[in-house]
Structure formats: C-alpha cells, structure tokens
C-alpha cells in the first residue's frame, strides 16, 4: 500500500474519530498534540509507507495522557 492511500484511510477513519491527522514529508518522524481547535498531527518520514504505519502503531499504543505532549 502506498503512503498516500495509508494517510487517506487513517484521516477518514481514526483521524476523523479522534481529531488527528497523517501526514508525510518529514525529514524526522514527530507527534504534534492538539491544542485548542488545532488537530493534532502525525508526521511521518518522507513518503515511506513503513514509517507510516510505525508512527500510526506509536499513536495507537500510546494512553490518553501521552496523546497530550508533543514528541
């Protein structure tokens, strides 16, 4: 699967659901915690699907308090 179709199914399913969105393009891989009307963002090395879905395993594994920082 192709990183754009990852990023396509994750923003229409979990990312709607739970206010996160995919991203690729990333020198390094980083989690952005949402604030106030902001969603918050998942940004994935380059355009390599392996990382996406890496970075998507971390976001899911992680608790609720831990979705609130940034990493």
Same mark, same amino acid.
């Given at each position: 699967?192709? +990183?754009?179709?990852?990023?396509? !199914? &994750?923003?229409?399913?979990?990312? #709607?659901?739970?206010?996160?969105?995919?991203?690729?393009?990333?020198?390094?891989?980083?989690?952005?915690?949402?604030?106030? +009307?902001?969603?918050?963002?998942? !940004? &994935?090395?380059?355009?390599?699907? #392996?990382?996406?879905?890496?970075?998507?395993?971390?976001?899911?594994?992680?608790?609720?308090?831990?979705?609130?920082?940034?990493?």
């Amino acid at each position: 699967m192709q +990183a754009s179709q990852i990023i396509g !199914v &994750f923003n229409q399913s979990l990312g #709607a659901r739970y206010g996160v969105r995919l991203m690729g393009g990333a020198a390094e891989p980083f989690y952005r915690a949402g604030r106030d +009307a902001r969603s918050a963002t998942i !940004v &994935f090395r380059a355009d390599y699907s #392996a990382s996406a879905l890496h970075e998507v395993a971390h976001w899911c594994l992680a608790g609720r308090h831990r979705r609130c920082l940034d990493d």
